[in-house]
């Protein structure tokens, strides 16, 4: 079946770091990509999506860009703030419809001042 | 409302007690789904509803889990005789539409405990 795998975790970087959490995926056909992350005590969120490849997703200066050569959906920031302190999760689409979502185990990341 | 709702935030049953979940999705959004998430995991999904009707359900684990959808918008979660290992958060999401381009609304989930 279709699956997502993440970068273990965590991550600990420092604040104006450059931050890349990896994300690889196997599917059947062509799925969208989502990157959603769930900041302390909140609900999931969706972060960015890509829809076909060489499709850039991007929002609160990061990004992600479909590859589909490598079967990949890396999650990038240039300078990393103490907010983004959160868990990151890649998914992507699945089912007969494409509507419901296969998730990765999640990265949690911290960033220190 | 303005965004998806759960209640309760929090419930603790008994080993073999029956629960419900509730789910209030942002109004006119026909799409609807319930994930669980134990600790350290992704979501994992459960079932769709496209208006009243499941969608898809090939993610319930076993027949004691159970959903409605009765008038389309608001959805529970029925668990009987629950069990340690279903202790979680449940999620319930939604979107305008049900379709892979969409990218849902989630809500704060309900914490289950069985004990």
């Known amino acids: 079946g279709n699956s997502v795998t993440q970068m273990e975790g965590p991550v600990t970087l420092s604040e104006e770091a450059f931050l890349t959490i990896n994300c690889t995926y196997t599917?059947?056909?062509?799925?969208?990509l989502f990157w959603y992350v769930q900041y302390p005590g909140e609900g999931l969120q969706l972060l960015l999506k890509?829809?076909?490849?060489?499709d850039k997703g991007s929002n609160k200066g990061f990004e992600a860009t479909y590859r589909k050569e490598t079967t990949s959906f890396h999650l990038e920031k240039g300078s990393v703030q103490v907010s983004d302190s959160a868990v990151y999760f890649c998914?992507?689409?699945?089912?007969?419809?494409?509507?419901?979502?296969?998730f990765g185990e999640g990265t949690q990341l911290t960033v220190n001042p | 409302g303005a965004g998806v709702s759960q209640t309760p935030s929090n419930k603790v049953t008994e080993k073999g007690k029956y629960v419900e979940l509730r789910c209030d999705p942002i109004s006119g959004h026909t799409a609807l789904y319930w994930y669980r998430q134990s600790l350290g995991q992704g979501p994992e999904f459960l079932i769709y509803f496209q208006g009243t009707g499941a969608a898809d359900d090939s993610g319930l684990p076993n027949d004691r889990f159970f959903a409605v959808r009765p008038e389309g918008s608001v959805s529970t979660l029925k668990i009987q005789r629950t069990e340690r290992g279903d202790s979680a958060v449940y999620l319930c999401?939604?979107?305008?539409?049900?379709?892979?381009?969409?990218?849902?609304?989630f809500g704060s989930g309900t914490r289950l405990t069985v004990v």
């Open positions: 599917a059947t056909g062509y799925p969208s």
């Open positions: 999401a939604s979107s305008i539409t049900g379709g892979k381009n969409y990218g849902y609304t």
């Open positions: 890509a829809t076909k490849a060489d």
């Open positions: 998914a992507l689409s699945d089912g007969p419809s494409g509507s419901r979502l296969t």
